[in-house]
C-alpha cells in the first residue's frame, strides 16, 4: 500500500471508481433483485401484476418439468466430468509420452472446437445426425449397418446422450491443455525413479500424476458443473429440448417459460431456483471433491 | 495408458507408439474435420451434395458464397458488423474498467474496498443465465433494449469481475518502487497508474481481451433475449436461423456457417499459441 506521499486523494479514487461500479451493479444486481421482486407476482409480461406471495415458489417446487430439467443438467454435469476431463487425462498422457510427435499441432487442434461458438457447434453436430444427408448414418452405410440409421435426434430414449456427445467433443481440448500445462510442471526425475522402482505406465499415471495434479483437477471438475449447470446454446440449437422435454435443461426451460409462454412472474420464480440449485450443487461438488482428496492425502 | 516408453528397439513398444501417435492423429482430425467437410461441401451444387455427401467436389463453384453475400434476408455483414461493434466496445470497457478497479484494489485502501471484492466475488459465483428474464424486464422497462449497446452493457458485467482478478493479482506482483519514482519524479496518481503501470500490465491485459474476445463473440443467450432488430442481431442469432431462411439446402448454409465463423476462426489459427495460454491462464487463475 501507498504512503502518504503517493496516496490520491479520496474525490480521485471515488471519479475512477464510480462509472464501472455503477455499470456492474447496475446490470448484475439490479436484475438479481428484479428477479426476486418478480417472483412474487402472477405477471404475463402485460401491464397487470397481481401479488401472490410464495405460489410461484410453491408451484416450482411441485413442477415436474423443472425437476426433469434439472435431472438432465445433472446428468450432463456427470457425463461431462468422466467424458470431458477423463477422456482429457487419457489424452494428455497419451500426449505426453515420449514418442508422440506433432506436440504443437494436436494442442492446436483439440482446443479449436473450444473457441467456436456453441451455435456452430450445434449446427455441425445437427448434420452429423442428420438422417438423409448427416455423417454418422453415412458411416453405418460404409459399414453395412444401414439398418441401424435412424433420425437419431428424434428418440427420447437416447436424446440426452447424443446432445451430451457435442458437449463432450467440443471441451476435450481444452481441458486437455490446462491439464498439459498443469501434468508438464512435474519434475521428470519423478517419472525416472518410479521408472527404476519399476512403476507400470499405469501405476505412474495413478500414483504419481493424479496426485500431483489434483489441485488442477479439482478446478476442472468446478469449472465442467457451472458450465454444465448452464449449458442453453448447444440445445437450443439441437433439439430446442425435445422431442417433448426428453433434452430440456434448466436454462431453456426459464428461457421458454418467461419468453415462449410470457409467463415473466412463474419465469422469475424459476431463475431464483436455478441460481439456488446452482448454488447447492456447487457447494455439494466442492464438499464431496474436498472429502475424497482429503482420503487421497491419507493414503 | 503408457506414461513413458523408453525409445527402445523392441517391437513391442514400437507398435504401442505408432498406436498412440495413430489415436491422437485420429483425435486431432476428428476437431477440425468437421470444419473440412462443411468447407468442401459448400462449394458443391446442392444436387450434387446430396447425391453423395462425402466426396470432393468434382465442379467446385463459388456459386454459393455468392448468394448468400447477397442475400438480403440472411443479414450475414450486419451480423457480421455488430459483433464486431459489440465484442470491440465490450472488451475495451472490459479492460479498461478491470484495469481501474483492478489497480485500485491492489494498491489503495479505501472504504467501501471490502463490500466492492464481495460484490465482485458474487459476480463471478451467480449463474449469470439465472438473470435473463429480469435483465430482458429491466432493459425494455428503461427503454435500451435493441439499440447499438444494448448487449455492451451485460458483457461488460458479466466480463468484469474474472478482469478484476486476474489484472489485481498482476498489479500486486509488480513492485511498488516503480510508483513511488514516479512519485519523486513530480508524476501524479492517474498519471502514473496510466501511463507507467498500464504499459507494465500489458501481458495480463491482452490475456483478459483474449479470453473476453471468445466470451463477447459466442455469447448467445442475452442477444436472444434482448435483440430483436435485425440491424443489431450478432452471428450467433443469424446463425440460428439459416436453417429455416435456407430450407434445407445444406451446402448454401455451411457456407453461411463459414462465411460467419471466418473471423473467429482465422483470429484463432493465426495467434492460437497465444490465445492457448491466455485461456488457461484465465481459466486456472479464476
Not at chain 1, 134 to 141: A, E, M, T
Not at chain 1, 162 to 167: C, D, G, N, R
Not at chain 2, 185 to 207: A, E, K, Q, R
Request: hydrophobic share 55%; aromatic share 14%.
Amino acid at each position: 500500500m501507498f504512503n502518504s506521499m503517493i496516496r490520491p486523494k479520496k474525490s480521485t479514487i471515488f471519479l475512477l471508481l464510480f462509472v464501472p461500479v455503477i455499470w456492474y451493479i447496475f446490470s448484475v444486481f439490479v436484475p438479481l433483485l428484479a428477479a426476486f421482486f418478480y417472483s412474487f407476482f402472477d405477471w404475463k409480461g402485460g401491464p397487470e401484476k397481481i401479488f401472490i406471495g410464495f405460489d410461484n415458489y410453491v408451484k416450482l417446487i411441485h413442477d415436474p418439468l423443472f425437476w426433469e430439467a434439472a435431472l438432465h443438467n445433472i446428468f450432463l454435469v456427470g457425463v461431462c466430468i468422466v467424458g470431458q476431463i477423463g477422456l482429457a487425462f487419457v489424452f494428455v498422457l497419451i500426449i505426453m509420452s515420449r514418442n508422440v510427435h506433432l506436440k504443437g499441432v494436436h494442442r492446436t487442434l483439440v482446443f479449436f472446437p473450444s473457441t467456436i461458438s456453441a451455435i456452430a457447434i450445434g449446427f455441425i453436430w445437427s448434420m452429423i445426425y442428420n438422417y438423409r444427408y448427416g455423417l454418422l448414418n453415412w458411416i453405418l452405410k460404409i459399414v453395412g449397418r444401414s439398418d441401424l440409421q435412424t433420425v437419431w435426434l428424434n428418440n427420447p430414449k437416447s436424446v440426452l446422450v447424443l446432445v451430451s456427445i457435442p458437449l463432450v467433443w467440443q471441451f476435450i481440448g481444452y481441458y486437455m491443455v490446462i491439464l498439459f500445462s498443469a501434468v508438464a510442471s512435474i519434475p521428470q526425475e519423478l517419472f525416472e525413479s518410479a521408472e527404476l522402482d519399476g512403476a507400470s505406465g499405469v501405476q505412474r499415471a495413478v500414483y504419481i500424476v493424479l496426485p500431483l495434479i489434483k489441485n488442477i483437477l479439482v478446478i476442472c471438475i468446478m469449472l465442467c458443473v457451472a458450465g454444465n449447470m448452464k449449458v442453453f446454446d448447444h440445445i437450443y440449437q439441437m433439439t430446442n429440448g425435445g422431442p417433448g422435454t426428453a433434452s430440456n435443461v434448466l436454462a431453456l426451460y426459464g428461457y421458454t417459460v418467461s419468453f415462449r409462454q410470457s409467463d415473466m412472474g412463474y419465469g422469475s420464480a424459476i431463475s431464483v431456483g436455478i441460481c439456488i440449485l446452482s448454488f447447492i450443487i456447487i457447494l455439494c461438488t466442492r464438499t464431496a471433491v474436498n472429502a475424497f482428496t482429503k482420503e487421497d492425502n491419507s493414503l | 495408458m503408457t506414461k513413458k516408453i523408453k525409445p527402445g528397439h523392441d517391437s513391442k513398444s514400437r507398435v504401442l507408439s505408432v498406436f498412440l501417435n495413430v489415436i491422437m492423429i485420429i483425435f486431432s482430425f476428428t476437431c477440425v474435420f468437421p470444419l473440412i467437410w462443411m468447407f468442401y461441401s459448400s462449394l458443391k451444387q446442392r444436387t450434387a451434395f446430396q447425391l453423395d455427401i462425402i466426396s470432393l467436389p468434382a465442379h467446385p463453384t463459388f456459386q454459393n458464397y455468392i448468394q448468400v453475400a447477397q442475400d438480403k434476408d440472411a443479414h450475414i455483414w450486419t451480423a457480421l458488423l455488430s459483433s464486431l461493434r459489440t465484442t470491440v466496445t465490450s472488451v475495451f470497457f472490459i479492460v479498461m474498467f478491470g484495469y481501474v478497479i483492478g489497480y485500485i484494489l491492489a494498491r489503495i485502501k479505501f472504504r467501501g474496498e471490502r463490500m466492492l471484492s464481495v460484490l465482485l466475488l458474487l459476480g463471478l459465483l451467480i449463474p449469470i443465465h439465472s438473470l435473463l428474464v429480469p435483465v430482458y424486464v429491466v432493459f425494455n422497462k428503461l427503454g435500451i433494449a435493441d439499440t447499438w449497446y444494448t448487449l455492451v452493457l451485460p458483457y461488460v458485467a458479466f466480463g468484469l469481475p474474472i478482469a478484476v482478478f486476474l489484472i489485481n493479482g498482476y498489479v500486486k506482483s509488480v513492485p511498488i518502487e516503480f510508483e513511488e519514482a514516479a512519485a519523486i519524479d513530480g508524476y501524479n496518481f492517474t498519471h502514473t497508474m496510466f501511463s507507467i503501470i498500464l504499459p507494465i500490465c500489458t501481458p495480463i491485459l491482452v490475456t483478459v481481451a483474449i479470453i473476453q474476445t471468445f466470451a463477447c463473440w459466442n455469447e448467445f443467450s442475452f442477444a436472444l433475449v434482448l435483440v430483436n432488430d435485425a440491424a443489431y442481431k450478432t452471428v450467433p442469432l443469424a446463425m440460428t436461423q439459416f436453417t429455416g431462411q435456407f430450407n434445407s439446402n445444406y451446402p448454401k448454409m455451411m457456407a453461411a456457417m463459414l462465411i460467419t465463423m471466418a473471423p473467429i476462426v482465422i483470429f484463432y489459427f493465426a495467434f492460437s499459441k497465444k490465445i492457448i495460454q491466455g485461456m488457461v491462464a484465465g481459466a486456472i487463475k479464476g
